[in-house]
């Protein structure tokens, strides 16, 4: 079991075929998929928001509504549709500004199943919700935090 929500390259896929660099499991799982089709790593169109899903941090493709593991710092590509809708290019990926908050939160619950963000929730949504199941709340100085 993980001790954090995982981006992209702590996946073990993406380790496995890529050692953990995600623009080259990108690349690597198109050619597979496509052989010869090259990645356009510029980006155009709008912003893509991750979100996490059973502990890990994932974009919904905007064209072909596919879901993807997500890695900060870079574009979203689609492995599946390789981005048609937008014309072949990737896009800029939204990471909220509260990510350590929110995973420091979501990581007190013990299923992993249960880890999950969804865009537009807030920070106190998640204390909330983590409150009502009897969970710790915040992270102060490396001890936890109980309400209630």
């Known amino acids: 079991m993980n001790s ?3 981006v992209a390259s702590q ?19 198109v050619e597979d998929r ?21 502990g890990n941090w994932v974009v919904n493709c905007p ?3 596919g879901s993807q593991i997500a890695e900060p710092g870079h574009p979203f590509y689609c492995v599946d549709c390789l981005m048609v809708g937008n014309e072949g290019y990737a896009q800029k990926v939204w990471f909220p500004g509260a990510r350590r ?6 990581m007190m619950r013990p299923n ?6 969804l865009v537009g ?9 983590n409150l009502e199941h009897h969970l710790g709340t915040d992270i102060d100085k490396g001890r936890l935090i109980w309400h209630g």
């Open 11 to 29: 996946q073990p896929r993406v380790r496995r075929m890529a050692n953990g660099n995600y623009r080259l499991w990108v690349m690597r799982t």
């Open 63 to 65: 064209h072909c509504k």
């Open 34 to 54: 496509w052989p010869g089709h090259r990645v356009v790593w510029e980006t155009r169109g709008h912003i893509v928001r991750a979100w996490v899903n059973q």
């Open 101 to 106: 908050t929110i995973e420091r939160l979501l």
């Open 121 to 129: 929730e807030t920070v106190d949504s998640l204390r909330a919700e």
């Open 112 to 117: 992993p199943a249960n880890r999950n963000y």
């Open 4 to 6: 954090y929500i995982l």
